[in-house]
């Protein structure tokens, strides 16, 4: 998927998550933007890869495209990091959500994602589309209006 989808995904699941648990919205959703975005560092041309470009390269070259950082192994490390450095629950909530939601949605492509690295099998969604392509604009509608129905019940 592409970056917009992307950061729209994990507003979505953001402003559902908003919904069912105490977080602050404004804090869960900022950091699950920034999570929707992450797992893509492996992707120098991704909205995150040129703002990092030599952490990109390096994540690249260590482990390619849709492996490690699509995979549950890297939503653990997310984890693990977040509560070594005490950031707040808002924060490490929402970069999980966010990075999940990027999972979901890569895995609804065609290439699908790795998402038991490093067992190298593929995962994908019954029906996948190609990033980009048309079906994409589908879900990047439907994902708008998830986040306006869910979204009017914060403010
Ligand atoms: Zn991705």
Do not use: W
Not at 62 to 81: A, Y
């Amino acid at each position: 998927m592409t970056g917009k989808t992307h950061i729209i995904g994990g507003i979505a699941a953001c402003v559902i998550t908003v919904r069912f648990t105490p977080y602050d919205p404004l804090l869960l959703t900022a950091a699950g933007i920034f999570g929707s975005l992450l797992p893509d560092i492996c992707h120098s041309g991704s909205k995150i890869g040129r703002k990092i470009p030599l952490l990109s390269k390096l994540v690249s070259a260590l482990f390619g495209h849709r492996t490690f950082t699509h995979s549950l192994l890297f939503l653990l490390l997310i984890q693990v990091l977040f509560s070594l450095f005490h950031l707040p629950d808002e924060v490490s909530a929402g970069v999980l959500v966010g990075a999940a939601s990027h999972l979901l949605l890569d895995a609804a492509t065609k290439n699908g994602i790795k998402l038991l690295y490093p067992l190298q099998m593929t995962f994908r969604l019954p029906l996948t589309i190609r990033t980009g392509g048309a079906a994409e604009n589908g879900i990047l509608a439907g994902l708008v209006l998830l986040v306006f129905y869910f979204g009017q019940h914060i403010i």
